[in-house]
């Protein structure tokens, strides 16, 4: 089992930024891939953004430029720093784990960013 806390939600005005960051515990040996999904309400939980382990990084095209994800050298950590924030960007942000042969998917319990004047 792998644990996910996220930290580093709130209320920020347009064009502003925030910074995300999620913890990993457990079996944090066993974590492939590690990312960034929303959900804003009324609409399916998308992906943000996502590291994976010898294939770089990928992000959405709606926060390409603004958002860069990292993640720590211990490996149990990712962190989504998000700038020139927009009020589309309101959501309740997950944070994701993700194993490999077989594919488990770790959600944490989400940190709500309102972008609002």
């Known amino acids: 089992q792998v644990r996910l806390v996220e930290s580093g939600g709130g209320l920020v005005q347009p064009g502003g930024s925030l910074r995300l960051s999620c913890v990993a515990s457990?079996?944090?040996?066993?974590?492939?891939?590690m990312g960034w999904y929303r959900q804003a309400p009324g609409k399916e939980r998308e992906l943000v953004a996502i590291?994976?382990?010898?294939?770089?990084?990928n992000y959405a095209q709606s926060v390409n430029g603004r958002f860069t994800i990292s993640r720590g050298n211990d490996k149990k950590t990712v962190n989504l720093q998000m700038n020139s924030l927009k009020p589309e960007d309101t959501a309740v942000y997950y944070c994701?784990?993700?194993?490999?042969?077989?594919?488990?998917?770790?959600w944490g319990q989400g940190t709500q960013v309102t972008v609002s004047s």
């Open positions: 590291v994976s382990s010898g294939r770089g990084t």
């Open positions: 457990g079996r944090i040996f066993s974590i492939a891939d």
């Open positions: 994701n784990a993700a194993t490999a042969y077989p594919t488990i998917n770790f």
